[in-house]
Each structure stands twice: as structure tokens, then as C-alpha cells.
């Protein structure tokens, strides 16, 4: 089962300040609904709370330390490899090809060594920021996918939806 990540992230790296995205992307929210949906998403607990409640129509998987930390609606595993695991076993019950890593940027860090396919929305614009993607070496990855497209909500803004494989 294919390990994918999804993220927006912009031209300095910044994906989130204060627990929201820097920027409001109406079209992205859209993207990544279609691109996410049915599949199992894995995320960290502080992108779990900044959601506020599962997304629907996914098996949502947090990652946490807290032994005690049980919200309804969501399989709770403490470790990276627990949550890919749950994912995996939850694909081959369902006959899913792939797993969404979503956030935040702790879990990004951990699972992209492990990832075989990058979902980017690239923002063409610097961002005030506390959460980073990590730098990704784009020697080891092909780009197989690419939409150019331009916002005119305020403030307009460029971006493209990339989909980069891992080069074998």
C-alpha cells in the first residue's frame, strides 16, 4: 500500500501558524477533500484538534503520547509506525492502494523517509509561520502530476498542485 502525503505548504516552507494554515485556499480545501476521501488520513494530535472533528468519510488515525487521549470518532496509536500499520490493515480491508499522512510537521518529518508519494500544493508566496514541511531532496522524486493555477480571493495568490513519486 502506496504511503502518501499531502500538504500545502509555501514558498519558505511555512505549512501552519498558531494551529491554521497561513492562507485561505478555497480550491485547495476542495483538492484536498477529493484527493483524501475514503482513504485512511494519519495525523498528528495538534492537527486532530486543530480540525475539531473527524473528516468524514475517512478512518481518521491521531498520533499522541497521551496514553489517556480518546476522542470519538478516531483510532488513537502513539507511534508513527503503529498509525502506518493501522492504515495498512485497514487498506487491505477495504482495497485501498494508499494512506494519507497528513500533518502536522513533526509527523511529516518521521514519515517522509517512509513516503512513496508527495501530494504538494505549492504557494507561490513567503509565509509568517510556526510549523515547517520538511526540505525535500527533490534528486529521489519525479514529478508525475502538475496543475498551474491562480486564486483571485484576497490576497491573490499562485499555486500548482504537484504529485511527485519516489524515484526507485
Known sequence: M?????????????IGINNKLPWYLPGDLRYFK???????????????????KPLP??????????LNYQPEGVKVVHSLEDGLELAQN?????GLDE????????????????????YLTK????FDGDAWFPEVDLS???EVQREDH?????????FSYLVLDRTP
Do not use: C, H
Open 2 to 14: 502506496r504511503i502518501a502525503m499531502i500538504a500545502a505548504v509555501a514558498e519558505n516552507g511555512a
Open 34 to 52: 477529493a484527493v483524501t476521501m475514503g482513504k485512511p488520513v494519519i495525523m498528528g494530535r495538534k492537527t486532530f484538534d486543530s480540525l475539531r
Open 57 to 66: 468519510g475517512r478512518t481518521n488515525i491521531v498520533i499522541t503520547r497521551d
Open 90 to 94: 485497514i487498506g487491505l480491508i477495504n
Open 99 to 118: 494512506m494519507m499522512v497528513i500533518g502536522g510537521e513533526q509527523i511529516y518529518r518521521l514519515a517522509l523517509e517512509k513516503a512513496d508519494r508527495l
Open 123 to 126: 504557494v507561490y508566496q513567503s
Open 140 to 142: 529521489q522524486w519525479s
Open 150 to 158: 491562480f486564486s483571485e480571493d484576497e490576497p491573490p495568490m499562485q
